[in-house]
């Protein structure tokens, strides 16, 4: 499986983004999907997951309420809807697959896309 992220960019306080990730080679329903971001100088965190067909989703309390994850299974695609951003938001970004639970970890990653969040 492939994974392409796109989206970012450079956005004000309070603004909005939305990162897109595009599958390739593999059944896209079949993996759950999530987001994970970098920031400078710090560890990668988990940002939200999605299940395979969109019914469940989780997200690190920081994000809740601002974040949203949604998936178009047709064009093997997952997004991330982000609202009201704030400046430690920025990071990089990146989308991965997992065949099993979110607990039993990601199976492939894409590039990432960096969000700058300017104050």
């Known amino acids: 499986v492939q994974l392409q992220a796109s989206g970012g960019g450079l956005v004000q306080a309070g603004g909005s983004l939305r990162l897109s990730c595009v599958a390739s080679?593999?059944?896209?329903?079949?993996?759950?999907m999530g987001w994970f971001r970098q920031a400078p100088g710090k560890e990668r965190e988990f940002v939200g997951t999605i299940s395979g067909y969109g019914g469940s989703t989780l997200y690190v309390d920081s994000v809740k309420d601002r974040f949203t994850i949604s998936r178009d299974n047709a064009k093997s695609t997952v997004y991330m809807q982000m609202n009201s951003l704030k400046p430690e938001d920025t990071a990089v970004y990146y989308c991965?697959?997992?065949?099993?639970?979110?607990?039993?970890?990601?199976?492939?990653w894409g590039q990432g896309t960096l969000v700058t969040v300017s104050s």
């Open positions: 080679g593999g059944t896209f329903s079949s993996y759950g």
């Open positions: 991965a697959a997992r065949r099993g639970t979110h607990s039993q970890g990601y199976n492939y």
